[in-house]
């Protein structure tokens, strides 16, 4: 690793950008200075709207249509690129500085093959036609994917999204850059699957002596990789420094603020008192044996249909949380709309405070309805835009029939105060609301029946980070004062942690471990779960801490 | 193994109240809602107020066309005869010497009443299909679908000519025609609509809140799923202009000495060489009608 | 992959099957008589008859016989290519037909390809042209193009180019100059339609993440709008192919009115004012079959543009 005295592969010198709108600009980056020497690794950190992706979209020279360098300088290899030619650009592009993108789902072209989207990277580079498919099946294979020269010929989406983010690093290291640009590295994927290929990532970088450029809103991952971090708040840099430093230290409000709201592991730590198992409170939902299966389309050969769950019995226990954790096809989407009556399952039933839901109609099911709610994960196609908040929230009241219209009115201010809304949001629309305003308006709906139980499917993973403090906080709250039970389903085992008294972990439709919620998280038993926990980003700079 | 955070942190005032994202207003209490923000968005667009105004003129024009001219658009003078476009005859005059804009106005009562009768007639049997086949499903939505796939194998003016063949001429039959020609597409669209619509987890929010499927459709997902339904409303009235246009252009509309505005390009095809306007004039303002629905369609559109 | 061929090619012919039925029940079903319907396109009226020869005319119709009947019978000729007689031209209509198709054929395809070439490169030019007024200029063309009426733009063009600047004929089947503007006049609209469609495609597609990955490779825009957005922008309009056609042939009904030339368009126009009923069903029944015909060929060409559709995913 070459230290400060050599020419920095990229330099950033009191960066402005804007975003034009109507007749104006509005300022995205407001004087950032950025550094970024060969071979070192920097994480830029900041919530929404605190202009990393904009800093590194100047960078590339790929600001959008409306966006403009209003002053400062971006210098890649002491070359003033700010202003430059779009033909100056495309030669640093790829070769100077490759870009990993964020989401692989959509980062490759659907209807070109893998072999051929890497060659382009490569011919740009500069190689010979007939060395170009040698050098595709080097760069896939360096980039650890299994079978390169058959994978080349295969489309996107004939892989699973790991393999796919590794064909994107694949193109991004066939440039033979001097700086690679990750963007968002940790948000689209399973956490096992993203440790092990930022690790696989990390490894290629050290060998070749690349430089890393990290945009991340998770201080976990900056913690983990980046030998320096910078903070960047509203456009502007807050902090930077070390990365041990910044965040053992930190000097500025913003970075505490992203730290303080980063749920971790042992922010609040399990809420399970240890009780013995007589003591524990009664049983409010019982699920008993459930197994579900889907139809696959017939594609030649091939199976038939999938267990999506499979026999899986968990026990809700009246004010207390059962977290359901997993990753994406482990079952714990369906156990959840099965236990809701949403779907029917093939086998077990579903007990609630005693009365049976499974083989119920829907028109039966109704007066039970009340006593339990949903709350779904996308606050921004959760809520009717037609509806009013006041509308939204007592909804229930009116297809239940269960309030008039001077008591929904009464329940309705009630309500808003509960999560924490000022009354005159009763008029607005879901338009207006920010995504977490939204959530809570959700949250509020689902309370206006007064229920006993709660369902929290993935509650707070579409929210910024900060405004996921906020509601969890709010739920666990609201548990407090009304004696709610909750199910709760998340992949994100930190959110896990703020709130389950009792921890189910779910594989491929099979629960794997459960238990109290302190055992499960201090001294796993299955392997699964360990490997769950130690993928949680923030690990490694704890424990070497 | 602790994520050691230094007690300073702990003690830092909470974090502000979320901050508004950027582009939405700030709040005040006379703030207009989103619909409101909406209509002030349209209006202020000059295209979208001038092909507005016009179109409702003309259709103003349709009802009452005494309003909009003095002549008589049955009255020949054969002294004036194929004179061109001038202060006394803004369109000039046709081959019986009847004042051609005086026959344009008029024209456009019969034209725009087919064309609206079409839409009528459009809608109510698509929004019908669209919405049963869409919302209900299963073997239903299969069959329907079928005969709707049928349907667009046979082009909207073909199948209106055979409907003519089996009714006869005249304003009514081309009416029922286009419109028969019309449903299909507008099934079509409805029915993607509230699939749409269906699938949205606000949907699924209401249905675990107890909602029945009637009140689901009522409440949810019709205001929903009507939006790209009018837009395309809005377009297909100035198709079904144009459809009629052509049908009585090619003789199958009201007979003379009615004005229907095909007609009157038909009309004057024999005298193009000499006085292209008769035919020239009534078309270019077909196609400015036209112009201004689609536009007024596609700005709805845009804005939303 | 043979099965999704066989499925599309059982698929088209149900539709066949089907636009005949649905033009069986317009065309015999609909008129409150249709006995007085065919008798007028003989220019015989109904009440002039006794009622012998009433009930003979029935026979000779085929109208004595309860629709199914009817309906079957009408099927299985059809299905022998047996079409029935012209009621005013006492021609066999397969034999009006063949004789008229060729030009309507030249004309339907050169048309088409015109709409194609046309609104390809207008839909590519606006979307990759940066320079604000000719981007909306480029958008807001396609709008006139549908607006317009097809015949009173073909009197238009017959009025400057051929009666003012004396380029080309303006009537008649003389030679591959009288083609042109009846060509032109036809392509128009479908090509305004096309461009419109692959326009707003190109603009969705050039907001897909993976179009950043092509240019952060180094790619330039050209090479980025050419090689990766057009194959994707493509699919969607790959779909409306089929109405195109349809649309075109469609046209011709008023274009070779418009431009006094023989063809099934003209013929068509003919037989609705004479409410020849066996002519019409005929032409109705052959714009069903060409629409099938394109469509099926569009369903056969997708999966290889497409790869998604058909491929089993292999996922591992």
Known sequence: MTGPGSTPVVEVLDLHVGYRWHRTVRPAVQGVDLRIDPGETVAVVGGSGSGKTTVAQTILGLLPAAGVVTSGQVLVEGEDVTHAHDRVLRRIRGSVVGLVPQDPTVGLNPTQRIGAQVAEAVRHRGVRERSVSAEVVEALSAAGLPDPAQRARQYPHELSGGLRQRVLIAIALAGDPKLIIADEPTSALDVTVQRRILDHLEGLVADRGIALLMITHDLGVAADRADRVVVLDQGQVAETGPSRQVLEHPAAPATRRLIDDAPNLTAVGPLDRGLEEADQPPALLRVEGISKSFALPRLGAGPRSVRAVDDVSLVARRGQTLALVGESGSGKTTTLRVALGLEAPDAGRVVFDGQELTGRSFGRLRALRARFQLVQQNPYSALDPRFTVAQCVTEPLVALRLADRAGRKRRAVELLEQVGLPTPYLGRYPAELSGGQRQRVAIARALSAHPDLVFLDEPVSALDVSVQAQILRLLGDLQTELGLTYVLVSHDLAVVAQLAHHIAVMRDGAVVEQGPASQVLREPRAAYTRELLDAVPGRRHASAG | ?304 | MLRYVIGRVAQALVVLWAAYTVTFVVLYLLPSDPLALMLAANNVQLDSLSPDQIAAARARFGLDQPVHLQYLHLLVRALHGDLGTSLASHEPVRQLLASRLPPTLVLSLVAVVLALVGGVVLAFLAAYVQWRPATLLLTRLPSLGVSLPTFWVGLLLIQVFAFTLHWVPATGNLGWRSDVLPAVTLAIPTSASLAQVLTRSLRDTLHEPYITTARAKGLSRFQVQLRHASRNAALPTLTILGLLVGATVTGTVTVETVFSRTGIGRLAAESVLGQDVPVVQGIVVLTAVAFVLVNLVVDLIYPLIDPRVVHAPKVV
Do not use: C
């Open chain 2, 1 to 304: 193994m602790t994520l050691d955070v230094s007690p300073l942190a702990r003690v830092a005032p909470p974090a502000a109240p979320e901050a508004v994202p950027a582009g939405l207003l700030t709040f005040g209490e006379d703030e207009p809602s989103p619909r409101g923000q909406r209509l002030r968005a349209l209006l202020r667009r000059p295209g979208f107020v001038l092909a507005l105004a016009f179109v409702v003129l003309v259709i103003v024009s349709a009802l009452v066309p005494r309003f909009f001219t003095t002549y008589d658009p049955y009255a020949t003078a054969p002294a004036a005869r194929l004179t061109p476009p001038g202060a006394a005859h803004w369109f000039g005059t046709d081959e019986l010497g009847r004042d051609l804009y005086t026959r344009v106005v008029f024209g456009s009562t019969l034209t725009i009443e087919a064309a609206l009768s079409a839409i009528v007639i459009a809608l109510v049997a698509g929004l019908t299909l669209g919405v049963v086949s869409g919302f209900f499903g299963g073997w239903l939505d299969a069959v329907l679908m079928r005969v709707v796939d049928v349907s667009l194998a046979v082009p909207g003016l073909l199948m209106a000519l055979a409907v003519v063949t089996a009714l006869g001429f005249g304003t009514l039959p081309v009416a029922i025609a286009v419109g028969i020609g019309i449903v299909p597409g507008f099934a079509r669209t409805t029915r993607a609509e509230v699939l749409r619509v269906k699938t949205l987890p606000y949907i699924e929010a209401a249905r675990a809140g107890g909602a029945t499927r009637r009140r689901i459709l009522l409440r949810h997902v019709l205001p929903n799923a009507w939006g790209p339904v009018a837009v395309l409303a809005v377009l297909d009235f100035g198709v079904a202009i144009l459809s009629v246009a052509a049908l009585s252009f090619l003789g199958f509309g009201a007979a003379p000495p009615a004005a229907e505005w095909g007609t009157l390009i038909a009309r004057g095809r024999d005298y193009l060489v000499t006085a292209p306007w008769v035919s020239l004039l009534p078309g270019l303002f077909v196609g400015l009608v036209v112009l201004s629905l689609n536009h007024v369609a596609r700005t709805l559109e845009e804005v939303r």
